[in-house]
């Protein structure tokens, strides 16, 4: 299956005071090149910001009680420390040196993948596939959902077929990448997969473990 997008997230008691500190945090990153921004929530206790960096398939939305870092593209670039990675988690220690921050609780990554497959392969996934028993035969649309806990990580799993209607629905395409270009029009397999892990801080390692518990899940669906 390959990965077509990734959302990673850091979880944290509610800063209430977020507000007033949020935007010197993020100031020095309003120099790069072909920023944009959005703020949400303005004027109110829930106040954040989003961060979107096009070029590089990456947004960084910042709230009181979360960090988040979405990215579509060739999941190899961040496990490669992704330059706005850096910037992610260089955001993140500043937001554990206000005063109000009291503690991380956890991380949690979203995986979409999507396996486009030929249309006569496409067909005969549809009629005998390996996840379900079937016994109607052919299938227009199918799709399955997965719930536990192993060692100490919570896993939702949600597979099926791929058709381009799950562009909109899972948000699969938000820049609309040379990367995902095939997924127009296209037809196979899907996966989104949650992994939640409860931790006291995060950091780079951290993240490439949880991506790589994720991979490893998927995986064995799909072995």
């Known amino acids: 299956m390959k ?3 990734i959302s990673y997230s850091i979880n944290y008691i509610h800063i209430i005071t ?5 935007r010197k945090i993020i100031a020095p990153y ?3 090149e072909n920023l944009a921004y959005g703020i949400d929530n303005e004027i109110t206790i829930n106040e954040g910001a989003r961060l979107v960096f096009k070029n590089e398939g990456v947004l960084i939305n910042l709230k009181k ?5 979405v990215y579509e593209g060739d999941i190899s670039d961040v496990k490669r420390a992704h330059p706005i990675l850096d910037y992610f988690f260089s955001i993140y220690e500043k937001i554990k040196s206000i005063d109000e921050f009291k503690k991380t609780v956890r991380h949690e990554i979203i995986i979409d993948a999507v396996e ?10 549809l009629k005998n596939n390996h996840f379900l028993k079937n016994p109607f035969g052919k299938l227009d649309e199918y799709g399955c959902s997965l719930e536990f806990v192993q060692d100490a990580q919570t896993i939702k799993m949600q597979a099926g077929n ?3 209607k799950d562009i909109k629905k899972y948000d699969l395409t938000p820049y609309e ?7 127009f029009k296209g037809v196979g397999l899907m996966c989104r997969l949650v992994l939640k892990e409860n931790i006291q ?8 473990n949880l991506l790589k518990d994720g991979e490893t899940f998927i995986s064995k669906y799909y072995e």
């Open 3 to 5: 990965i077509r997008k």
């Open 18 to 22: 977020f507000n007033q500190y949020y």
């Open 30 to 32: 309003f120099s790069y």
């Open 65 to 69: 009680e979360n960090i988040t870092f």
């Open 116 to 125: 486009i497959l030929d249309g006569a392969d496409y067909e005969k996934y």
């Open 162 to 164: 791929y058709t381009d």
């Open 177 to 183: 990448t040379e990367y995902n270009k095939d997924l």
């Open 201 to 208: 801080s995060s950091s780079f390692s951290a993240f490439k």
